[in-house]
Nanobody, 117 residues
Framework: QVQLVESGGGLVQAGGSLRLACAGSGSIVSSNAVGWHRQAPGKQREWVATVTHDGSTSYVDSVEGRFTISRDNAKNTVYLQMNSLKPEDTAVYYC???????????WGKGTLVTVSS
């Protein structure tokens, strides 16, 4: 059974940084694409970034240049380094694994990021 556990959320002032981690069970994370998504209060969940199994990355325009997604296959962990945080980045952040179907079929429970102005 695939399990994903996020950590690293918290309260930070605007302009600050946080690093989120997504730890997966077994080697599933190292062999699949993993994405970070977020859901702000009262809004729909949106995709933030993805790292493929071979390390290619992509980002939503609103975080390009501020966030960096990376992976450590030895630790079965994917990270999201978030710099220059803005109040509009406040959300619950979820990591999700993209399975062979092409969809994000496995999700963690999320970690809350709050950016104060």
């Amino acid at each position: 059974q695939v399990q994903l556990v996020e950590s690293g959320g918290g309260l930070v002032q605007a302009g600050g940084s946080l690093r989120l981690a997504c730890a997966g069970s077994g080697s599933i994370v190292s062999s699949n694409a993993v994405g970070w998504h977020r859901q702000a209060p009262g809004k729909q969940r949106e995709w933030v970034a993805t790292v493929t199994h071979d390390g290619s990355t992509s980002y939503v325009d609103s975080v390009e240049g501020r966030f960096t997604i990376s992976r450590d296959n030895a630790k079965n962990t994917v990270y999201l380094q978030m710099n220059s945080l803005k109040p509009e980045d406040t959300a619950v952040y979820y990591c999700a694994l993209r399975s062979w179907t092409g969809a994000y079929d496995y999700w963690g429970k999320g970690t809350l990021v709050t950016v104060s102005s």
